[in-house]
């Protein structure tokens, strides 16, 4: 029964959801450079980039010579297809919000987009 945001509203909306999907990205980034960097013994650059190859879906790039790292190899790369989803999701949700709004929006209201102030419209008859 409310009425659509306004279009300017909707992409500071999507910025701010850009944003928290980035930080989330650079977490589990950070989190996966670490983790080689301390069970693996690669440097900065090997770690971001593995950690970074994991992250996208793509694999590791170095071979991994122990079992600690392997393991923690195994799980940041189950980690990251869950992260990569809800990524996604937190990327999609006010995509889809808006379009679900747009086709359930009540006919006796004007669209604030469409330049209505928000009151009902009167009927014609």
């Known amino acids: 029964s409310q009425l659509m945001i306004s279009r300017r509203a909707f ?3 999507l910025w701010l959801h850009f944003l928290v999907a980035v930080g989330i990205m650079g977490a589990s980034l950070a989190f996966g450079m670490l983790g080689y960097m301390l069970l693996a013994g ?3 650059v090997d770690a971001f980039l593995n950690a970074s190859m ?3 879906g793509m ?3 170095d071979q991994l010579h ?3 790292a392997k393991l ?3 799980f940041y790369a189950l980690l990251s297809g869950f992260i990569l989803l809800g990524v996604a999701g937190v990327i999609l949700t ?3 919000h808006r379009l679900l709004h747009h086709f359930h929006l009540d ?3 004007s669209d604030v987009e469409s330049g209505g102030a928000g009151q009902p419209q009167s009927a014609q008859v």
């Open 11 to 13: 992409l500071r909306r």
């Open 72 to 74: 923690f190899a195994g």
């Open 42 to 44: 690669l440097s900065m």
């Open 66 to 68: 122990s079992d600690g």
């Open 54 to 56: 994991i992250l996208g």
């Open 59 to 61: 694999g590791p790039v």
């Open 94 to 96: 006010p995509i889809f």
């Open 107 to 109: 006919p006796d209201t």
